[in-house]
């Protein structure tokens, strides 16, 4: 099994940045690509950004591309989340996940595709 463990949330103000981690432990030769999902008050969870296991595909959703970005240190085991001019908007819940297969970059967007999640970290952007 995979457990993946969320680091770095907190509060910052409009227009700061966050950088969040999320380790891997258990078996993580079996984790492909890896991405960031988030929940914020009172919405339903959304795709924020995803990588493949060798860093040289990622994603993003529109409202961070330029904001945030992505990548990964597979000997360490990590993902990182460099989250920079942070609007409230970006306020939520931020979940990791992972996959146990391969995958195209067209399918990294649906959490549906991920076998593993962790706990998520709370962000809270003040204005």
């Known amino acids: 099994q995979v457990q993946l463990v969320e680091y770095g949330g907190g509060l910052v103000q409009a227009g700061g940045s966050l950088r969040l981690s999320c380790a891997a432990s258990?078996?993580?030769?079996?984790?492909?690509?890896m991405a960031w999902f988030r929940q914020g008050p009172g919405k339903e969870r959304e795709f924020v950004s995803a990588?493949?296991?060798?860093?040289?595909?990622?994603d993003y959703r529109d409202s961070v591309k330029g904001r945030f970005a992505i990548s990964r240190d597979n000997a360490n085991n990590t993902v990182y989340l460099q989250m920079n001019s942070l609007t409230p908007d970006d306020t939520a819940v931020y979940f990791c996940?992972?996959?146990?297969?391969?995958?195209?970059?067209?399918?990294?967007?649906?959490?549906?595709?991920?076998?593993?999640w962790g706990q998520g970290t709370q962000v809270t952007v003040s204005s």
């Open positions: 996940a992972g996959r146990r297969t391969p995958l195209a970059l067209a399918g990294m967007s649906s959490e549906r595709n991920y076998d593993y």
């Open positions: 258990g078996r993580t030769s079996s984790i492909y690509p």
């Open positions: 990588v493949s296991w060798a860093g040289s595909l990622t």
